[in-house]
């Protein structure tokens, strides 16, 4: 808001144009200044001929057959980035990108193959939400599409301060959550300027091996990412004042490979790893990319991985696999029309 304030101060309008701006924006969400149909004819010449709304259609999409939809999107500087609208019966979720492509790296991630070429701005992840065409269904958003929020977080930050605020979208922070490799430059940044819900990637309980699928570990591990984590509060309920609002939730993903983490003995390492910490794990089947010797485990085995865990104390679910067949599913984002568009020149 501060920020709109000045841009109409800056054109010789009055402050509480930016209000105004925000209202039509964010509120009624129009595509040009011609719709601020209570702003005067000068001030949306002045705001057209210096800005623009920044809103850019969807270029393509993908539609699954269990109903998932990836959509293509180029961003303000020409990139190509890919979000999923994922529906089920009582909630429909879009899983955006932060970044074109990712630094990270993880052995089981297709964007990481892609490499990293830009980090978006706070209108290109808002325009993921703003130009959707199911906008008006969304219940949750989870930024787990391309790119590390963490190695972006001036315009995470950005962008889900304007979702929360009430004079942008006014979600509560509780149906936003952010994914990260756990790291340290953001981390505790996060955790003390925002209420978004935490997912923190962790994939193998154990550093030395983690390292092996995860390079990030070597920087920050898994064990630091935890011990900061411990420092502050989450839960999903408060066990003594059973009307007290939500604390935004703690969760860890876990892609379950066959052979390199799906043991008892892994189990038990989660266990003590996590121990005191209230969270859950969310349990995810691997979908097979090229090149790679990892391969998923079957259902009966995450079954048993999942009873391990929960009961043991740390409350575990497996996450259903949506859009496999439109390379939608958890890993298997990489911007093809960028790399078409790379050949060419």
């Known amino acids: 808001m501060e920020e709109l304030k000045e841009i109409v101060i800056d054109l010789g309008l009055p402050a509480f144009v930016g209000k105004q701006l925000a209202g039509w924006i964010y509120g009624h ?6 719709q601020m149909t209570n702003l005067s004819k000068t001030a949306r010449e002045r705001l057209a001929a210096n800005y623009e709304i920044g809103c850019r259609a969807p270029v393509d999409a993908q539609y699954s057959k269990d109903g998932t939809i990836k959509y293509l999107y180029q961003t303000a500087k020409g ?7 994922i529906p089920t019966p009582d909630r429909a979720t879009l899983c955006v990108s932060c970044q074109v492509g ?3 790296h993880c052995a089981f991630c297709m964007t990481g193959r892609q490499g990293w070429a830009a980090s978006l701005s706070a209108a290109d992840i808002l325009n993921q939400i703003y130009s959707l065409p199911e906008r008006e269904k969304l219940t949750n958003i989870v930024f787990m599409g391309q790119g590390e929020p963490f190695d972006n977080l001036d315009n995470v930050l950005r962008a889900t301060t304007a979702l929360t605020a009430e004079w942008g979208y006014a979600w509560s922070p509780k149906r936003i959550t952010i994914s990260s490799v756990g790291l340290a430059k953001g981390l505790v940044r996060f ?6 819900n935490l997912a923190i990637s962790l994939h193998h309980p154990i550093p030395s091996e983690r390292l092996k699928l995860m390079p990030a570990e070597q920087a920050f591990g898994i064990t630091d990412v935890v011990n900061v984590l411990r420092q502050y509060d989450f839960c999903r309920k408060d066990p003594v004042r059973k009307d007290a609002p939500k604390q935004r939730r703690l969760s860890f993903e876990y892609i379950v490979f066959d052979g390199v983490n799906d043991s008892k003995e892994h189990a038990q390492a989660i266990v003590e790893l996590l121990r005191g910490l209230d969270c859950r794990m969310n349990l995810i089947r691997f979908h097979d990319i090229p090149d ?8 009966e085995r995450m079954i048993e991985f999942r009873d391990y865990l929960t009961n043991h104390g740390v409350f575990a679910t ?7 067949d439109i390379f939608a599913a958890c890993g298997l984002l990489t911007t093809k029309k960028l790399e078409e568009e790379k050949n060419q020149k």
Do not use: A, H, W
Request: charged share 30%.
């Open 191 to 196: 955790l003390d300027e925002s209420q978004c």
């Open 292 to 299: 790679t010797p990892l391969r998923g485990v079957n259902d």
């Open 102 to 104: 990712c630094k990270m």
């Open 29 to 34: 969400r129009v595509n040009s200044f011609d």
């Open 79 to 85: 990139d190509y980035i890919e979000t999923v609208y």
């Open 318 to 324: 497996i996450r259903s696999s949506r859009g496999q």
